[in-house]
């Protein structure tokens, strides 16, 4: 089956939660289970193929001229994540089923751990840089509303803002590492730059795509020093940690390192950074582990720990050391998932997560207990365990480098010293939790979970000694596929026995376990050598830091921004004539070649009723209704213009938006104050003067060079494909519908959403309604008078007719869904003004939120329509028939999109125009002192 739909149903069954919910949990969680089920049935059916070395692809067009498409690749690397992810993630399904209390929700629970699943299978499978980093920031979201899903908590809130900031930050950097990718390899596709290793590393931009591109990573994955996020991210329910901490999110920054070896190693600039980070990162975490007291942040620790060893392997820049980092990818994400979902089991059973108070819970727990102690120690690489094959792999390959030169040496040191701390703090783990006496002063008795919380557990343990015990015949295959995938060729020849007889990584590997018993055995001293450190919270110094930007940013904004329009006009257009100035103080001559036009009688009284409309303006602008009535000559003229140079599409355009934004400024005009604040200073009137009159000379001039010199258009083009590519005569309403419909799509996106703020803000919205004129004349009691009402009811069939023509005609004659969607605005709206709110309320039966959303649909299911025919996205379609009695006509599958432009520009602009005409009416509910 196509790749597309491997991320696509667990997308798809994002909302499956929130409708199942009221059915029970049970049934919740097993109807979210089904599509992440069944995308892992499609990878496990690819399994085959990809073991045997081949590389699947599918991609789905999306804007072809653009190089972009749904592009989806999966190679042993992609399938290495794809089996983590989902299979974990499946786990955690179940596992969350038995975790979460009845007051949590669990639909939206499910609704954002199956976003997230998404997001990190997006990342693994994209074939497409651009779309790899949409959805690596879809993982910082969704991640963001796992973690703070307990919202209620000031640890989860502050928990999530410093994992979406630190990961976030991270994210730009990335998106800004692929851009100089793809200037330099000249595309976006992952296959064109891993076959552009050499092409890269040789770019001047090599510097600056490493970082950019390491910066991305480690923050994703919490290396030091941007590791601090990661234990914060706890205050998220456990089922989260397990999946966050094992297969996502920390695994997405790895991935990525991963996924670009072949492309950013091998040079000097990427041993170091990437080497000395990693054992930087392991040895911090390590150490720091020992020493926290709670279950999770013990763990948060360790993660970081391993990360940094998997990271230090890929930063060796040796084939066996990434075997080995791919080795450990696996080996951590089942021991970490297992442990973080015992340690949950612990905490919903006895109620704390403090191992000071949790002791002996063998006693109480045994069964949860011996699967917590198998998987801590293959977290601490006990033989016979999966952790201690890549461990010993890891030791191995530090034995094998030249990081330091001369000071190599240091480094299997200090690799062994990372082993030490990971043995004292597994054993801590075991014994502090397990033992060490009687529990101290718990919420509630401990005793065993419900029998299928444990099932996930137990499947991950079990994978611990089968992987431990026999490698070669459980995951020999997926390793050296994932390996391949890594190394972009052949991988060297290594060995997963589990006995390579006496050697110096066995001793390393002894020297660890005795050190960490030793350590372990003398910690109180190692706790007192620590507790003469102040310990600083990592969330309180981000917040202090958050706060101190914040007040930077309100001290800069204060200087700026303080409150006035003439300021805020002055800089902006002094910054245009500073920018404009030097080219235009360069250019010899102002007049062109291109011939021009002669000046007729009626271009002459059009020119100067515009001069005279835009004067009139400014000169009466105290009379706010004179100024918004020459205000609207200077948009009529404009509108002229317009049909006189054979533009009649922007004239309509222009016409009607005239008349909807005269409603909207006479609506804005009856709350603002009667009269207007004082008049400028003789010197404000000077300066302003001079600043206008510079500018107008500057367009002028500049329009003028411009109007008189040849230019090419890309009219030409649409004037000869509109017919032939998009099925109309009408070029403009074809390029907007057709050539540039993405371009529409997003703007009627952008303004559905402008109307839907703007319905927010004034929904509630309590305005004086001013009794008399700026003379205190008062207003007359017939707010509704009888001949405008009369008048407008007869009007109404024939504008929604004329509406009905323009928007049927738009394809090829001037027209179009936006102008017929603006003259049915004003005809409804000139309803409300001839008979108030209360009138048409009881008439019009419309839901304009509705309305935008069903035009927005419509639109988008239109251009999802041509991918059933298999062409790119939006790709109209158009042909003639003949039917008897009507005779010829055409049908265009742009109509509809444009049925959708029409339905959002009536929904948008009722939906503003209408609530700001309720602001003073009584049909409003009243507010109580709480909304108040």
Not at 702 to 712: E, K, S, V
Request: hydrophobic share 50%; with cysteine.
């Amino acid at each position: 089956m196509n790749l597309i739909w491997v991320p696509l149903l667990p997308l798809l069954g994002t909302l499956v939660p929130l409708l199942t919910e009221r059915g029970g949990r049970t049934l919740c969680a097993w109807a979210t289970a089904l599509l992440p089920a069944l995308s892992l049935m499609i990878i496990l059916s690819h399994a085959p193929s990809v073991l045997s070395g081949a590389t699947l692809k599918s991609a789905l067009p999306w804007i072809p001229a653009l190089d972009l498409e749904l592009a989806f690749r999966l190679d042993g690397l992609g399938l290495l994540f794809s089996l983590l992810i989902l299979g974990i993630g499946l786990l955690v399904i179940l596992y969350a089923r038995y975790y979460l209390s009845p007051k949590d929700s669990m639909g939206r629970f499910y609704c954002y751990l199956i976003l997230f699943m998404t997001a990190m299978l997006g990342i693994v499978l994209s074939n497409n840089l651009i779309q790899l980093w949409v959805f690596w920031e879809l993982t910082s979201i969704s991640s963001f509303l796992l973690i703070s899903f307990w919202s209620d908590k000031r640890e989860a809130r502050r928990g999530a803002r410093m994992a979406l900031t630190v990961t976030g930050a991270g994210g730009m950097a990335l998106l800004a590492g692929i851009l100089l990718i793809g200037n330099v390899v000249g595309s976006y596709s992952l296959d064109q730059v891993l076959a552009s290793t050499i092409q890269i590393r040789e770019s001047g931009y090599y510097p600056a795509i490493l970082v950019l591109m390491l910066l991305g990573a480690f923050t994703k994955s919490a290396q030091f020093p941007f590791h601090f996020w990661l234990p914060h991210a706890m205050a998220a329910p456990t089922p989260v940690s397990a999946y966050l901490h094992s297969a996502t999110m920390v695994k997405a920054g790895i991935f990525l390192l991963a996924r670009f070896y072949p492309v950013l190693s091998g040079t000097d600039m990427w041993f170091l950074i990437v080497s000395l980070t990693g054992l930087t990162t392991l040895l911090l975490g390590a150490y720091f582990a020992l020493f926290k007291h709670d279950l999770k942040g013990l763990l948060a620790y360790s993660t970081i720990s391993h990360l940094g060893l998997i990271t230090l392997l890929l930063g060796m820049d040796t084939k066996l050391a990434a075997v080995a980092a791919v080795f450990h990818i696996i080996n951590h994400a089942t021991f970490k998932a297992s442990l973080f979902m015992a340690a949950g089991i612990i905490d919903h059973e006895s109620g704390s997560r403090d191992m000071r108070k949790l002791n002996g819970l063998w006693k109480y727990m045994p069964y949860t207990a011996t699967l917590a102690m198998v998987a801590a120690s293959s977290m601490a690489g006990v033989p016979l365990l999966n952790g201690f094959l890549s461990k010993e792999m890891f030791f191995s390959e530090t034995l094998h480098q030249s990081t330091l030169g001369s000071l190599s040496w240091i480094v299997p040191v200090l690799a062994t010293c990372g082993g030490v701390f990971s043995v004292a703090y597994s054993l801590r783990f075991i014994h502090d939790v397990f033992f060490n006496g009687e529990p101290i002063d718990l919420p509630r008795t401990p005793h065993e979970p419900p029998r299928y919380m444990k099932l996930p557990v137990e499947i991950l343990v079990a994978l611990c000694l089968l992987v431990g015990i026999l490698p070669g015949y459980v995951i020999g295959d997926l390793l050296n596929s994932a390996s391949s995938a890594v190394l972009q060729g052949l991988v060297p020849s290594y060995s997963l026995a589990i006995w390579h007889g006496l050697n110096l990584p066995l001793a390393m590997s002894t020297v660890a376990l005795i050190g960490g018993l030793l350590i372990y055995y003398n910690r109180r001293v190692l706790f007192q050598f620590q507790a003469q450190f102040p310990e600083k919270d990592a969330k309180e110094v981000f917040e202090s830091l958050m706060q101190s930007i914040i007040a930077g940013c309100r001290w800069l904004n204060e200087r700026l921004e303080n409150g006035s329009l003439q300021r805020y006009l002055m800089l902006m257009l002094l910054l245009t004539i500073a920018l404009t100035a030097a080219p235009m103080m360069s250019l010899n001559q102002t007049t062109g070649s291109r011939p021009q036009l002669p000046a007729d009688g009626v271009t002459i009284t059009g020119a100067a009723l515009l001069i005279l409309g835009a004067l009139a303006t400014v000169i009466w602008h105290r009379k706010r209704m004179i100024a918004l009535l020459t205000l609207s000559i200077v948009g009529l003229i404009v509108s002229v213009t317009f049909a006189r140079f054979s533009a009649p599409d922007l004239a309509l355009t222009q016409l009607s938006v005239e008349v909807v934004t005269i409603i909207l400024l006479m609506l804005a005009l009856f709350f603002l104050p009667q009269r207007t604040p004082k008049e400028s200073s003789p010197h404000q009137m000077m300066r302003d003067l001079a600043l206008s009159a510079a500018v107008g000379g500057v367009v002028g001039t500049l329009c003028y060079a411009l109007m008189t010199r040849p230019f090419h258009s890309i009219s030409e083009f649409f004037l000869a494909n509109s017919k032939t590519g998009g099925g109309g005569t009408n070029v403009v309403n074809v390029i907007l519908v057709d050539f540039r419909g993405f371009d529409t799509l997003g703007e009627i996106t952008v303004l559905g959403i402008a109307a839907l703020g703007i319905f927010k803000l004034i929904n509630r919205m309590r305005l004086f309604m001013p009794a008399g004129d700026e003379r205190g004349r008062p207003w007359s009691d017939d707010r509704y008078p009888m001949i405008l009402a009369v008048v407008s009811q007869l009007l109404l069939p024939l504008a929604l007719l004329v509406s009905v023509y323009i928007f049927l005609r738009g394809h090829n004659m001037p027209g179009g869904g936006f102008i017929a969607g603006l003259i049915t605005s004003v005809a409804i709206i000139q309803q409300y003004v001839a008979h108030g709110v209360d009138f048409i309320k009881d008439r019009l039966k419309l839901n304009y939120q509705w309305l935008i959303g069903s035009g927005l649909l419509i639109a988008m299911m239109t251009g999802l329509g041509s991918w059933v025919a298999g062409r790119p996205f939006l790709t109209s379609w158009f042909d003639h028939f003949h039917l008897p009695l009507i005779g010829d006509f055409e049908l265009a599958s742009a109509m509809l999109f444009d049925l959708g432009v029409y339905l959002t520009v009536i929904g948008a602009t009722l939906l503003i125009l209408a609530n700001l005409g309720k602001l003073t009416t009584a049909e409003r509910p009243v507010l109580t002192k709480e909304e108040l």
